[in-house]
């Protein structure tokens, strides 16, 4: 029942950060190390989909069982829950209190840059270049839309119900890559005002369609990123800090939060917006210490006598 409330807990952290246009829950999922976790359960079910699809019954009940559902439901309800009650709340905060809620996100992603770090378990020449890579080109890509928000970012009009899958495949991706959000691919890909404006028109044939997307997104991507995880861990790690730091440039606080990706001077809320991010950093590294404790009891308990 204890640990049912932790992945609860987790998953309402998880959710949380998945709204917030520059943070995702897979960087939660990353600092409270139950990342790759969340990959091999999100990797298994997909599987079981895949044999179920194609009539293969046994192999459907051997990969179904291996779903850490323990683990798997408790978290989905979290995220569920947040999503549902937080929304409006962090929306509203993200509109009146953009430089200080930039700043406290700022120091979320710099400290979970800080508990990433380690994961790597031997940093070598190429894994630096491949952190560096991605970093710049994270974050010189970011730069080229002027904004990162619906209101900033220009929508697809009248999209097609090709256009709804295939922004769904894409943005749950999100739920396990670090980095970025759901949410903020919606925006970048011009869908979050479709999408949303589905949701509220209750347009279910649309909205059957991007989730069909978003689980065919996330059974195909699982699969990768689980194999590459497996086989080039390292690397890919080194990948995701990368990608966690260029995304940064979603968050800096001046000029206008999260509604620009423009880089200018700090302004008049510095004092505010540096503590709330040193707050965040300390708060993630406190976490980070949990997580690894959680990992290595997690290791124990399935490492044999």
Do not use: K
């Not at 999503?83 to 709340?89: F, Q, T």
């Not at 270049?129 to 970011?142: N, P, R, T, Y």
């Not at 495949?169 to 903020?184: E, H, K, N, Y």
């Not at 976490?287 to 959680?294: F, K, Q, T």
């Amino acid at each position: 029942m204890r640990e049912a409330s932790w992945n609860v807990g987790r998953g309402i952290l998880m959710g949380a950060a998945d709204i917030v246009p520059g943070v995702s829950g897979g960087t939660i999922a990353l600092v409270l190390g139950i990342y790759e976790r969340l990959v091999r359960s999100v990797r298994a079910g997909s599987s079981a989909l895949g044999h179920l699809l194609r009539g293969d019954i046994s192999g459907f009940g051997r990969w179904f069982r291996a779903v850490e559902w323990a683990f798997i439901l408790p978290l989905a309800a979290g995220i569920l829950l947040a999503v549902l009650s937080l929304a409006s709340v962090l929306e509203s905060l993200l509109h009146d209190h953009p430089e200080e809620m930039a700043g406290l996100f700022t120091g979320l992603i710099a400290g979970s840059v800080v508990i990433a770090w380690p994961l790597v378990s031997r940093w070598t020449s190429s894994r630096y270049a491949i952190m560096a890579v991605v970093a710049v080109g994270v974050f010189l890509l970011l730069g080229l839309r002027g904004g990162t928000t619906e209101d900033t970012v220009s929508q697809v009009v009248n999209p097609t119900m090709v256009a709804f899958f295939v922004a769904g495949a894409i943005a749950i991706c999100a739920m396990i890559l670090p980095g970025v959000s759901g949410s903020f691919l919606l925006v970048l890909l011009g869908m979050y005002g479709p999408v949303l404006d589905a949701v509220n028109d209750r347009e279910y044939a649309t909205l059957g369609v991007f989730v069909i997307g978003t689980v065919t997104g996330l059974a195909l991507f699982s699969q990768l990123l689980n194999w590459a995880l497996e086989h080039h861990h390292d690397s890919v790690m080194a990948a995701l800090i990368g990608l966690m730091a260029g995304s940064l440039r979603i968050l800096w606080p001046w000029p206008d939060g999260l509604d620009s990706t423009a880089i200018g001077a700090p302004g008049d809320d510095l004092i505010v917006t540096l503590a709330l991010a040193l707050v965040a950093l300390g708060v993630v590294l406190i976490l980070g210490r949990i997580g690894r404790a959680a990992r290595a009891a997690h290791s124990s308990v399935l490492t044999p006598e």
